[in-house]
């Protein structure tokens, strides 16, 4: 630790002896410095120990002393020395007076020890505590090393909260608590997600200090990773500031975590490698030899029901979505997929699983996004996901159509996600709405629509009829109010108009969703 006027006073050959303030002598010095300024308060940094012999001081006057010694305590001077002897054959009780009426430590000098005595023990103490931490520091990088080989992240997190005497958490990419040390940091550590969020917003390396969740400690972020966007996060939780050697056990943490990461990028990218790989088999129809191909990493996956998932959008907007299914099933201990793909991103993820549940949730929390108004601007460029019905290996490419259609489908209506099951479970009537829908729809029925408009029939009206009741001449005429030779005879002419037979059950079809299509403007 640096030197205190405790140990100064207790240096035998200093020969000090207290004079006031002996309660404040635990005080540390962070140099030695004598003035005989009448107001050296100016050139004081804070810390220091004053040596004067009052040259040019009326040290007798007690109100000279009182301002004297309260500019001092003011410019955050620890400590008073002051050489008898010289000037003064004693100290004055004016300024013994003033200095214990401000809590001013008051050393007294003998003669014989001259003030670079004190200057060189401060110095000499300086440099002995900045070697121990120094040391100290050495030997705590060695530790966490050790462990970081030996035992991992979790290792090293134990060290290094060992080392400050606190506790410190691992936050991946997702800005999820990794792991902490020790265990009992864990809810600490889950309340601070917020500020990590807005760590991660800043390009690496950054931190910052904040107060812990209740004011409990103090907590120190720091981004992991070289790239633009941080890879991972690191907390670090004391009752107090850190000191030099603490300091040194938390760079070299760093540092180290930072290689972790840094490899783990390298080993994720041959693993997406790899992913591409087996998707193009699966694709391709080729099960086994996806399988073959994917071992021990993707195997699992593959022998359970999966859902494929492919997105649309920007850069940011499927990094974000990548990195919150990767952290999910990381957390879950469950294999996935995940293979970009240009401008797109697909994956593979086990049906029921943490992935699945959490690009659920991703999506639901960018449509709750797109409520907010300063939002819909960036909403114009947003993420669109389609996710397919379970499946397996051998249906995986009939899988991938599938989250294609309900991509499609999600970007049509304006979703984030949509789930293939959605759209089989509801109604086709809703597609109907698409503008190319619309526009055949339009051209398919204009012909009628000009003959109604010259007060010539109601054939548009008697043909829904007809369709709505499946061609029964006797109910469709009902619902109009006609004669069924009427209906019969505006059907002949529907088909002369549109050079279409109403036998024809596809034209049938076709001029039914084109009344539906018209009717929902």
Same mark, same amino acid.
């Given at each position: 630790?640096?030197?205190?006027?405790?140990?100064?006073?207790?240096? %035998?050959?200093?020969?000090?002896?207290?004079?006031?303030? /002996?309660?404040?002598?635990?005080?540390?010095?962070?140099?030695?410095?004598? %003035?005989?300024?009448?107001?050296? *308060?100016?050139?004081?940094?804070?810390? /220091?120990?004053?040596?004067?012999?009052?040259?040019?001081?009326?040290? $007798?006057?007690?109100?000279?002393?009182?301002?004297?010694?309260?500019?001092? *305590?003011?410019?955050?001077?620890?400590?008073?020395?002051?050489?008898?002897?010289?000037?003064?054959?004693?100290?004055?009780?004016?300024?013994?007076?003033?200095?214990?009426?401000?809590?001013?430590?008051?050393?007294?000098?003998?003669?014989?020890?001259?003030?670079?005595?004190?200057?060189?023990? *401060?110095?000499?103490?300086?440099?002995?505590?900045?070697?121990?931490?120094?040391?100290?520091?050495?030997?705590?990088?060695?530790?966490?090393?050790?462990?970081?080989?030996?035992?991992?992240?979790?290792? @090293?997190?134990?060290? @290094?909260?060992?080392?400050? $005497?606190?506790?410190?958490?691992?936050?991946?990419?997702?800005?999820?608590?990794?792991?902490?040390?020790?265990?009992?940091?864990?809810?600490?550590?889950?309340?601070?997600?917020?500020? =990590?969020?807005?760590?991660?917003?800043?390009?690496?390396?950054? #931190?910052?200090?904040?107060?812990?969740?209740?004011?409990?400690?103090?907590?120190?972020?720091? %981004?992991?990773?070289?790239?633009?966007?941080?890879?991972?996060?690191?907390?670090?939780?004391?009752?107090?500031?850190?000191?030099?050697?603490?300091?040194?056990?938390?760079? #070299?943490?760093?540092?180290?975590?930072?290689?972790?990461?840094?490899?783990?990028?390298?080993?994720?990218?041959?693993?997406?490698?790899?992913?591409?790989? =087996?998707?193009?088999?699966?694709?391709?129809?080729?099960?086994?030899?996806?399988?073959?191909?994917?071992?021990?990493?993707?195997?699992?996956?593959?022998?359970?029901?999966?859902?494929?998932?492919?997105?649309?959008?920007?850069?940011? @907007?499927?990094?974000?979505?990548?990195?919150?299914?990767?952290?999910?099933?990381?957390?879950?201990?469950?294999?996935?997929?995940?293979?970009? /793909?240009?401008?797109?991103?697909?994956?593979?993820?086990?049906?029921?699983?943490?992935?699945?549940?959490?690009?659920?949730?991703?999506?639901?929390?960018?449509?709750?996004?797109?409520?907010?108004?300063?939002? $819909?601007?960036?909403?114009? $460029?947003? @993420? =669109?996901?389609?996710?397919?019905?379970?499946?397996?290996?051998?249906?995986?490419?009939?899988?991938?159509?599938?989250?294609?259609?309900?991509?499609?489908?999600?970007?049509?209506?304006?979703?984030?996600?949509?789930?293939?099951?959605?759209?089989?479970?509801?109604?086709? !009537?809703?597609?109907?709405?698409?503008?190319?829908?619309?526009?055949?729809?339009?051209?398919?029925?204009?012909?009628?629509?000009?003959?109604?408009?010259?007060?010539?029939?109601?054939? *548009?009206? #008697?043909?829904?009829?007809?369709?709505?009741?499946?061609?029964?001449?006797?109910?469709?005429?009902?619902?109009?109010?006609?004669?069924?030779?009427?209906?019969?005879?505006?059907?002949?002419?529907?088909?002369?108009? !549109?050079?279409?037979?109403?036998?024809?059950?596809?034209?049938?079809?076709?001029?039914?969703?084109?009344?539906?299509?018209?009717?929902?403007?």
């Amino acid at each position: 630790m640096p030197p205190t006027l405790a140990s100064l006073v207790h240096h %035998s050959a200093l020969k000090l002896t207290v004079r006031a303030g /002996e309660d404040r002598l635990d005080v540390p010095v962070r140099w030695a410095h004598a %003035s005989e300024l009448a107001d050296p *308060v100016p050139y004081m940094e804070g810390g /220091e120990l004053l040596l004067i012999t009052a040259l040019k001081l009326d040290a $007798d006057d007690p109100e000279a002393m009182r301002r004297y010694v309260k500019r001092l *305590v003011g410019a955050g001077v620890v400590g008073l020395g002051f050489a008898i002897g010289v000037h003064y054959e004693e100290i004055p009780k004016a300024l013994v007076d003033a200095a214990e009426h401000e809590g001013l430590p008051l050393l007294e000098v003998p003669r014989r020890t001259p003030f670079l005595a004190i200057s060189k023990a *401060v110095s000499a103490a300086i440099a002995a505590d900045q070697y121990r931490a120094v040391t100290a520091g050495f030997a705590a990088q060695r530790e966490l090393t050790r462990q970081a080989l030996n035992a991992g992240p979790e290792g @090293l997190l134990a060290a @290094l909260a060992s080392q400050v $005497d606190g506790w410190a958490a691992l936050y991946d990419a997702s800005g999820a608590v990794v792991a902490t040390a020790p265990e009992w940091a864990g809810r600490r550590a889950a309340r601070l997600t917020a500020e =990590v969020e807005r760590l991660r917003e800043r390009p690496a390396p950054a #931190s910052s200090v904040v107060g812990g969740p209740d004011n409990e400690d103090r907590v120190e972020l720091h %981004s992991l990773g070289t790239g633009r966007r941080p890879r991972a996060a690191l907390a670090v939780g004391t009752a107090a500031a850190l000191g030099t050697a603490e300091r040194y056990a938390v760079h #070299s943490a760093i540092a180290l975590l930072t290689l972790t990461t840094e490899r783990s990028r390298s080993l994720h990218a041959a693993e997406q490698r790899v992913g591409a790989a =087996v998707l193009r088999m699966l694709l391709a129809g080729q099960p086994d030899h996806a399988r073959g191909v994917a071992g021990d990493l993707y195997g699992g996956l593959l022998d359970a029901p999966f859902r494929m998932i492919v997105a649309d959008g920007g850069a940011e @907007l499927l990094t974000g979505l990548a990195e919150a299914v990767e952290s999910a099933a990381a957390r879950a201990g469950e294999a996935v997929l995940v293979v970009p /793909e240009g401008e797109r991103l697909v994956v593979l993820a086990a049906d029921g699983g943490a992935a699945v549940g959490a690009c659920v949730e991703h999506a639901a929390a960018r449509e709750a996004a797109r409520a907010v108004p300063e939002q $819909d601007a960036a909403a114009q $460029d947003d @993420l =669109v996901v389609g996710m397919s019905a379970p499946s397996g290996p051998i249906g995986a490419a009939a899988a991938y159509k599938q989250a294609e259609q309900a991509l499609s489908v999600a970007r049509r209506r304006g979703r984030v996600l949509v789930e293939h099951e959605q759209l089989a479970a509801g109604s086709v !009537l809703p597609l109907l709405a698409d503008d190319a829908v619309k526009a055949f729809a339009d051209g398919l029925l204009r012909a009628l629509y000009e003959h109604d408009a010259t007060g010539r029939g109601d054939l *548009v009206a #008697s043909l829904r009829a007809w369709l709505s009741r499946h061609g029964q001449w006797d109910a469709a005429a009902a619902d109009l109010g006609v004669h069924r030779h009427t209906l019969r005879y505006r059907m002949r002419r529907v088909e002369e108009i !549109l050079g279409r037979s109403l036998d024809d059950p596809d034209a049938r079809m076709e001029l039914w969703l084109a009344l539906k299509a018209t009717s929902a403007d």
